[in-house]
């Protein structure tokens, strides 16, 4: 058995709180946070779960072997760090950390611990982006040229982290999960309409040393709610629409060809051919990405999004915030 303890446990820490409590080799040992009302309502559901708002609490039982952290971005990394010093498995909400110094600190204080640390990159535990990446990597969509995100919707507004940094982290993650890359520069442009330094919209364009490119658009203030992903590919283009009830994944048996007609000129064909939607499982995410933690930890293997995947996306993303502060200019990293 694994002994769990959860802090934070607000909007999105209870959907932790409760795929943890139903996974065998799992004991939900605490729920620690701050707000009364969300302790009274992890009481009600869990009753034999300890509730407390004393973290120091949960470091001094070493029967909670695992901390997961879902508190508000900016007490990510010293709620990790002493999670880590206190020689826990420690699993944390994306993003790791808010600087790339600390996120380094997290990869390499797990590492002098010889103990897991894991980022909660949802999207690369979903089985639609699952079969993206399995397409791309037999080759089935030809070369894989480019990708572009779309994340919007009208909230939730943060007051701490701006979109870029709150909605980001799923595109960048699986941005560099899809191309098995990281990108060598970052270019971003946005703008703070609702509170002053906090900027709502973010454009952002992700270069990579092969010429592949990803763009990420994050909004909280837009009249839409997309979840879209879009890979171009040479022979195939695919779209993973997370709004979509059923049919997350289509493709597109869609392309061009630059062929030589005669020795001095160049004929382009486009082809449009059938839309293939594949059946994807209906599994939660969330709930693989907790069973993938527990794995780790019983087998003592490395987690997908490990702690060297969340440095890469904070590298990414603090790259992002330089560039947004010197309009757009690219950063390379
Ligand atoms: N993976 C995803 O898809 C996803 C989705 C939403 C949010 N998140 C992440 O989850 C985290 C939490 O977001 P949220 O929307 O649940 O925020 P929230 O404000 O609803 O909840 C945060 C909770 O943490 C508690 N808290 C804050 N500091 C604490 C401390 N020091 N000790 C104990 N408890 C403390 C607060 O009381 C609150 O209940 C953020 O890092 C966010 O990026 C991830």
Redesign the pocket.
Known sequence: MVGVAV???????RNLVRNFAALTDVELKYV????EK?RQTIREIYPRTNVT?D?QKVLNDPSAGAVLI????P??FD?AKQALEAGRHTYV???LAMSSRDAQELVDLARSRGVKLMV?H?LEYHPAMNYMKKMIDRGQAGEPLYLYFQRVNLG?VRKNENAWW?LA??DVSVACYLFGDQPVSVSASGHAYLQKGVEDVVFANLKFADGKMAHIHVSWLDPHKIRRVTLVGSQKMVVFDDMAAAEKIRVYDKGAEVRSVASYAEAITLRTGDILIPKIPADEP?KTECRHFIDCIINDTTPRSDGADGLRVVKVLAAGSESLARGGEPVSL
């Open positions: 802090v934070g446990a607000g909007h999105w820490g620690c946070d701050l707000n969300v708002e973290f879902a508190t508000d971005t007490y990510h709620l909400e994306k993003p909660g949802l939730i709150s982290p799923h969330l």
